[in-house]
């Protein structure tokens, strides 16, 4: 199981933008990992997801066009660039971990996550 941690979060203005980075203790090359965020009270709602194999998966429509996740096997990190932010952006955001190849889950490793906060 690989220990993950989220950082680059913060306060920024509409329109802004973030990078957001999952650190992992261990190598990724045989790991997918994907991006998720979530609010108080709400479900978790998938976003993006990079294979081992470096596909792609879009979970949602929201954030096309705005977000990009990819991925460094060399420092074993896996990123995500938020641009053309908006309020509703405002969320915690996780990263997860699945020991396989897919974006299908089950995604076992979770960081602890990076508060994001759109507003003016």
């Known amino acids: 199981q690989l220990q993950l941690v989220e950082s680059g979060g913060g306060l920024v203005q509409p329109g802004g933008s973030l990078r957001l980075s999952c650190a992992a203790s261990?190598?990724?090359?045989?790991?997918?990992i994907g991006w998720f965020r979530q609010a108080p009270g709400k479900e978790r709602e998938g976003l993006l997801c990079?294979?081992?194999?470096?596909?792609?998966?879009n979970y949602v429509d929201s954030v096309k066009g705005r977000f990009t996740i990819s991925r460094d096997n060399a420092k074993n990190t896996v990123y995500l660039q938020m641009n053309s932010l908006k309020p509703e952006d405002t969320y915690v955001y996780y990263c997860?971990?699945?020991?396989?190849?897919?974006?299908?889950?089950?995604?076992?490793?979770w960081g602890q996550g990076t508060q994001v906060t759109v507003s003016s």
């Open positions: 997860a971990a699945e020991s396989g190849s897919t974006c299908a889950g089950p995604f076992d490793s």
């Open positions: 261990g190598f990724l090359d045989y790991y997918s």
């Open positions: 990079i294979s081992s194999s470096g596909g792609i998966t």
